[in-house]
């Protein structure tokens, strides 16, 4: 069974910075791609940043140069390091896997119950 879950959400001060973290486990780790997804209040899901099973990641434009996306193989761990933060980026933080064939198509199996990141002016 596959398990995903989150820490190191907090609430921080503009310009402060986070990590957070994704314990995984139930799957094939090296073969599956992972990500980052974001839920403000009243606003759909989004994506932040993904990493394929190649080490190839992409990043939401308005977090580019400020959030970096991670893995430790060892650890069978995700991170996502998150620098300057601003009060948009006030969000549940979920992490996901699965093949990345279910990443290109939306239809993502695999998700964390997520962590909360707040960020005040």
């Known amino acids: 069974q596959v398990q995903l879950v989150e820490s190191g959400g907090g609430s921080v001060q503009a310009g402060g910075s986070l990590r957070l973290s994704c314990a995984a486990s139930?799957?094939?780790?090296?073969?599956?791609?992972m990500g980052w997804f974001r839920q403000a209040p009243g606003k759909a899901r989004e994506g932040v940043a993904t990493?394929?099973?190649?080490?190839?990641?992409n990043y939401a434009d308005s977090v580019k140069g400020r959030l970096n996306i991670s893995k430790d193989n060892a650890k069978n761990g995700l991170y996502l390091q998150m620098n300057n933060l601003k009060p948009e980026d006030t969000a549940m933080y979920y992490c996901?896997?699965?093949?990345?064939?279910?990443?290109?198509?939306?239809?993502?199996?695999?998700w964390g119950k997520g962590t909360q990141v707040t960020v005040s002016s």
């Open positions: 996901a896997a699965d093949l990345c064939s279910y990443f290109s198509s939306g239809g993502i199996r695999y």
């Open positions: 139930g799957y094939n780790y090296g073969s599956h791609c």
């Open positions: 990493r394929d099973n190649h080490g190839k990641t």
